[in-house]
């Protein structure tokens, strides 16, 4: 690794906490809504200008990608965490293994992805119970969407490895260039060539190959420690062992939450297209109200593993409660403006009447329990930024999937089948989660401090 040099890199185990936190989490935040853009644009365009159930079939289909994405970004959590121990330790030589096994392992993801993906469409569309009315478009949307998932997934990796090393910047610029293009394919194929919902899917995979060959050019062309070298692509099966002893627990935790959502789409599909719709038009937005508190989880799990590997413990705990603060400030501050104005934000996403009163009903009742899951995510990302992510996966098991699917399976056997207290599910599981959470990582701290004292 010689001659290559430090430029864009940030070092995050001195200087200011707060400083170091908004540095790094608002280009990421930033980003991250650029990102979520595809998708959300993808409902605006067809909302507005294809049908109703054109909007219910996009949303609708969110839950059947997050299945594979979300797998995939527990391999990139692992991979960043890996990569910013030994950025922290300042071991350039494993840093530059650690980046050719994750690149070489997710050209192969690309490829199992697209096959299982494409294959397991009408499956799953079919197990969601998809009224008839919708399954067609969702059907043709998902299957061109997998067909170009592997520029999300490049992409999301390649971003992985400039965040675990603190550069949030350059992976914005890309996004913002890509999201600006998308739109206008969205117009362009919807508005001029007619070409409906497989139009909006297509603006979208050609957009993120975009941002993929961007990314990859950046990690070729670059003279920095993390720069990517074709010859050097290998599989190292220690390296692999430390990523998944990580990112296996998170995607594991993330697939089988995504999955369990597939159960809660399929109990708001009982209400009809007009309730699916609602739905989709609230996930949107809170989709981009989560955005703060995820770009922070993040930020945490990067600055405690590079803090780890420095051996500075106890910075690693004050920047995860500097975390944790800024965090629940930010999305109060959107979630009172959200439930102010939840009717007109619904009204982004469709003009029908009753959509935009289930989107309003849902976004209302649950938009202030997204407090509790600010403590949720950042903890969750601090503990993995210290190698623990079987803690964190347990948990989220336990209440988004278990605890959740109780609640909706008792109230609407023995209480009430109604839209509001199915779309309730989600802050129960989101309260319980926060308690359960704040309890382990206050044990496992205490619990340090004591074979600190032993020691």
């Known amino acids: 690794m010689?001659?290559?040099?430090?430029?864009?890199?940030?070092?995050?185990?001195?200087?200011?906490?707060?400083?170091?936190?908004?540095?790094?989490?608002?280009?990421?935040?930033?980003?991250n809504i650029f990102q979520m853009l595809y998708n959300t644009v993808d409902s605006i365009v067809v909302g507005n200008y294809v049908s109703k159930e054109?909007?219910?079939?996009?949303?609708?289909?969110?839950?059947?990608?997050?299945?594979?994405?979300?797998?995939?970004?527990?391999?990139?959590?692992?991979?960043?965490?890996?990569?910013?121990q030994h950025f922290g330790a300042r071991d350039m030589d494993r840093l530059?293994?650690?980046?050719?096994?994750?690149?070489?392992a997710t050209f192969l993801f690309c490829v199992l992805f697209t096959a299982i993906g494409t294959l397991s469409v009408r499956p799953m569309l079919r197990f969601m119970n998809t009224p008839d009315d919708v399954f067609e478009d969702a059907t043709t949307y998902l299957t061109i969407y997998f067909l170009g998932i592997s520029g999300l997934l490049i992409y999301n990796m390649g971003s992985g490895i400039l965040r675990a090393v603190g550069d949030t910047t350059r992976p914005l610029m890309f996004l913002v260039l890509t999201s600006i293009l998308n739109i206008f394919l969205d117009l362009l194929f919807v508005l001029v060539f007619h070409t409906g919902i497989?139009?909006?899917?297509?603006?979208?995979?050609?957009?993120?190959?975009?941002?993929?060959?961007?990314?990859?050019l950046l990690l070729t062309r670059t003279r920095d420690i993390y720069r990517l070298s074709w010859k050097d692509l290998h599989l190292d099966?220690?390296?692999?062992?430390?990523?998944?002893?990580?990112?296996?627990?998170?995607?594991?935790?993330?697939?089988?939450?995504?999955?369990?959502?597939?159960?809660?789409?399929?109990?708001?599909?009982?209400?009809?297209?007009?309730?699916?719709?609602?739905?989709?038009?609230?996930?949107?937005?809170?989709?981009?109200?989560?955005?703060?508190?995820?770009?922070?989880?993040?930020?945490?799990?990067t600055f405690v593993s590079q803090n780890i590997g420095a051996r500075q413990e106890e910075r690693a705990n004050r920047g995860t409660r500097t975390t944790v603060v800024l965090s629940v400030?930010?999305?109060?501050?959107?979630?009172?403006?959200?439930?102010?104005?939840?009717?007109?934000?619904?009204?982004?996403?469709?003009?029908?009447?009753?959509?935009m009163d289930f989107g309003a009903l849902f976004l209302r009742a649950n938009v202030f329990f997204l407090l509790f899951n600010c403590i949720n995510h950042v903890l969750a990302g601090a503990l993995r930024g210290r190698g623990d992510s079987r803690g964190p996966?347990?948990?989220?098991?336990?209440?988004?999937?278990?605890?959740?699917?109780?609640?909706?399976?008792?109230?609407?056997?023995?209480?009430?089948?109604?839209?509001?207290?199915?779309?309730?599910?989600?802050p129960i599981g989101w309260t319980c989660c926060c308690i359960i959470e704040l309890t382990y990582y206050f044990k496992r701290w205490n619990n340090r401090k004591k074979e600190e004292h032993r020691t």
């Not at 530059?96 to 994750?102: G, L, M, Q, S």
């Not at 009717?343 to 982004?348: N, W």
């Open 393 to 426: 996966m347990i948990i989220m098991l336990l209440s988004f999937v278990a605890i959740r699917q109780i609640y909706l399976f008792c109230v609407t056997h023995f209480i009430a089948n109604t839209p509001l207290l199915v779309g309730l599910g989600y």
């Open 198 to 216: 497989a139009g909006v899917a297509l603006a979208t995979i050609l957009s993120q190959s975009i941002s993929a060959g961007l990314t990859l």
């Open 54 to 84: 054109a909007l219910a079939a996009v949303g609708s289909t969110t839950v059947i990608v997050n299945i594979l994405v979300f797998f995939f970004n527990g391999f990139s959590v692992g991979a960043g965490v890996v990569i910013g």
């Open 2 to 31: 010689t001659g290559i040099r430090k430029t864009s890199a940030r070092n995050m185990t001195h200087g200011s906490i707060v400083r170091q936190i908004i540095l790094f989490s608002l280009p990421l935040m930033l980003g």
């Open 96 to 104: 530059h293994d650690t980046i050719e096994t994750t690149m070489a």
């Open 329 to 355: 400030l930010v999305t109060a501050f959107i979630a009172a403006l959200l439930f102010t104005f939840a009717r007109p934000a619904v009204g982004l996403f469709t003009r029908e009447t009753q959509v």
């Open 237 to 301: 099966r220690g390296i692999l062992r430390q990523i998944f002893s990580v990112g296996l627990p998170a995607g594991i935790q993330s697939v089988i939450t995504a999955f369990s959502n597939v159960f809660v789409q399929s109990y708001v599909n009982y209400f009809g297209s007009d309730c699916m719709a609602g739905w989709s038009c609230y996930n949107k937005l809170d989709q981009f109200i989560m955005l703060p508190m995820q770009s922070m989880a993040m930020a945490a799990t």
